[in-house]
């Protein structure tokens, strides 16, 4: 595969979709975001962000909507709470508070209808520009040694095209997914972990679905992706479905997904949400011992 100049591009922009309404975790989330619902302590959409991070991206986008607020205040300085927190001498919690304000630039772009994930990502297209970049979805709770996006990076580095992160799924849950249909790439680097996409559906019942490999919320996308989601009609549930605009966008470049290596939570389910909430917590050297301990007392 020729290199071409797009494989020199690092990625600098991040977009986070957090205009969702959230309606999954209602009674919870009918005065606060579903984005900062805590797993153990850090809200969600912090785990997103750190994963952004620390896969060396400097910039994020939150594509937010009405009551979103919260969000915002947790990216930013609280000049009040340090000061108290100061004042009463803790000096550890204050470090912790103002760390999360430095993770990353961050800009924010309004979505003013809930009209779906494609929609929400052609929201951030002027503060994007002509670059490639990535999308993360909260949801999505990735724990991995190298990050997911880390992961997708490299083979974006590869390819100089879209890359989204893919998963196994039990075929009788496709119908929560986009699902591809994809060919294997040799790539000794990832072993068969690497396919070029043929083709993708959003949420097919399972006797429509090409294949059981899931599309997770974690895409890096060419900005030739804006013109194909303009180009969009609404679809599943009256949305416009980025699924859909890249499906577009197949007919003119490839795109390749990556089985990464790591454990994806669903967060955006109860039980998904539950299951991290437990693992999470059991892999923190403050909590694990004791919650497992706990948890063995259980008479289940
Ligand atoms: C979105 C995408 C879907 C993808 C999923 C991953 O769906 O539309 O293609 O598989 O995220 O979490 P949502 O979960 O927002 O319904």
Redesign the pocket.
């Known amino acids: 595969m020729p290199r071409d100049i797009s494989t020199e591009t690092p990625i600098r922009i991040a977009v986070l979709p957090v205009a969702g309404l959230g309606t999954r975790f209602l009674p919870a989330t009918k005065a606060q975001p579903k984005e900062m619902l805590p797993i153990v302590d850090k809200p969600l959409v912090q785990y997103a962000v750190e994963e952004v991070a620390a896969s060396g991206i400097p910039m994020v986008i939150f594509v937010t909507g009405r009551g979103k607020e919260a969000i915002e205040n947790h990216f930013d300085v609280s000049f009040e709470l340090e000061h108290q927190l100061a004042g009463r001498g803790k000096e550890d919690l204050r470090g912790l508070v103002r760390s999360i304000a430095g993770l990353l630039k961050v800009s924010y772009v309004r979505q003013q209808q809930a009209r779906g994930?494609g929609d929400a990502i052609l929201t951030a297209r002027e503060l994007v520009g002509r670059e490639p970049f990535a999308v993360v979805?909260s949801?999505?709770v990735v724990d991995a040694d190298t990050p997911c996006l880390r992961q997708m990076l490299a083979v974006f580095a590869r390819y100089g095209r879209s890359v989204v992160a893919i998963q196994r799924v039990d075929r009788r849950r496709v119908s929560?997914?986009?699902i591809i249909r994809g060919v294997p790439v040799p790539d000794r680097h990832r072993n068969g972990r690497v396919f070029r996409i043929q083709d993708m559906v959003?949420k097919p019942r399972p006797a429509q679905a090409p294949s059981n490999l899931?599309?997770?919320?974690r895409y890096i996308l060419t900005p030739a992706i804006f013109d194909e989601l303009a180009a969009t009609a609404t679809g599943t549930g009256g949305e416009v479905?980025?699924?859909d605009a890249m499906r577009r966008l197949l007919d003119r470049e490839p795109i390749y997904g990556l089985e990464f290596e790591g454990q994806r939570y669903?967060a955006?389910d109860k039980l998904g949400f539950l299951k991290a909430t437990v693992e999470l917590a059991l892999k923190r050297p403050d909590l694990g011992a004791e919650f497992r301990k706990y948890l063995k007392s259980l008479d289940l």
């Open positions: 994930l979805l949801d999505d929560n997914y986009g959003e899931a599309i997770i919320g479905q980025l699924t669903d955006g």
